[in-house]
């Protein structure tokens, strides 16, 4: 078993710096048992950026109506009568994602956005800043908590995650200039000024696969498909956190990389430079 010191030393080595601004995804079991558990993770995690630094996390959330509302589906209304509304003070995160961000948003510390499906945690300085806006409708591209990460400076971490994993990536999907982007709707329960439920609906780019051709079940999505581009220019780092084969990213970097990725391959007109030299992302 593994110290928490261990895994700060390894996150140092692999290159988060004290100040950082850091986005986790970690897989739990490929780190293997650390002092601690989760909330050891964690803290070595809190550790390594230290107080001035910020750690967030994709929380989602474990009740989100998003599959029974989607592009119009009907809910039993006994069923939608009783489904909870959205309390970010509350709400559990979804363990698709990992039971590290549980951890982080149970920190009293800890600050979560107002989107219920597209949720994210963070902890540190930065959190209110990070977190608030996240309105229906910008999930995660403008004015998402994920492009203020990106304009902040953040860096992606997967902890023994896959390389489908780069949430951040959903962003440039979101903001390249390309035709054929796929959109959904659906309806999310909020608390209104009453304290009452009520049900929102949004419309949103497809996180399932932004254009038809990453959509296909069993295929690598867009997010992946660029994760691995980028991989191959080495502009990362890379190397091993406990027992985890670990990946971190510049989210500026890679952001810009998928943009003119996505340009480049599907766009209508020629992009002669790459964004990160010449466009604000």
């Not at 809190?46 to 474990?62: F, H, L, N, P, Q």
């Not at 962003?171 to 054929?180: F, H, L, Q, T």
């Not at 309806?187 to 304290?195: E, H, I, N, T, W």
């Not at 051709?213 to 660029?226: K, L, R, S």
Request: hydrophobic letters at 40%; aromatic letters at 6%; charged letters at 25%.
């Amino acid at each position: 078993m593994r110290g928490k010191a261990t895994i700060t030393a390894d996150l140092r080595r692999l290159g988060l710096q004290p100040g950082d601004l850091v986005m986790v995804h970690a897989s739990l079991k490929a780190l293997g048992p650390v002092e601690g558990g989760a909330a050891g993770v964690a803290q070595a995690l809190m550790d390594a950026v230290g107080r001035g630094g910020t750690v967030m996390g994709y929380a989602s959330w474990d009740r989100s109506p998003y599959e029974e509302t989607l592009n119009g589906a009907r809910m039993d209304e006994d069923l939608r009568r009783a489904w909870p509304a959205f309390d970010p003070r509350t709400a559990g995160t979804y363990r698709g994602f990992g039971l590290l961000n549980q951890l982080l948003a149970e920190l009293p510390a800890a600050r979560r956005s107002a989107h219920p499906d597209a949720s994210m945690v963070a902890v540190g300085p930065l959190a209110q800043t990070l977190v608030e806006p996240h309105r229906l409708g910008q999930a995660l591209g403008e004015g998402s908590p994920l492009e203020r990460f990106v304009r902040l400076g953040g860096k992606t971490l997967l902890l023994g995650a896959p390389l489908d994993a780069v949430t951040v990536l959903h962003y440039a999907e979101a903001i390249a200039d390309i035709p054929g982007k796929r959109r959904v709707s659906y309806k999310m329960p909020v608390l209104g000024p009453d304290g009452r439920t009520v049900w929102e609906a949004a419309t949103d780019f497809d996180s399932n696969g932004i254009l038809d051709c990453f959509a296909v079940e069993g295929q690598p999505d867009a997010v992946e498909t660029i994760a691995r581009a980028y991989v191959q220019t080495g502009r990362h780092r890379e190397g091993v956190v406990g027992a985890a084969h670990c990946h971190l990213f510049d989210a500026r970097d890679i952001v810009a990389f998928g943009v003119d990725w996505l340009e480049r391959q599907f766009g209508s007109v020629a992009y002669p430079q790459m964004r990160r030299d010449g466009r604000d992302i």
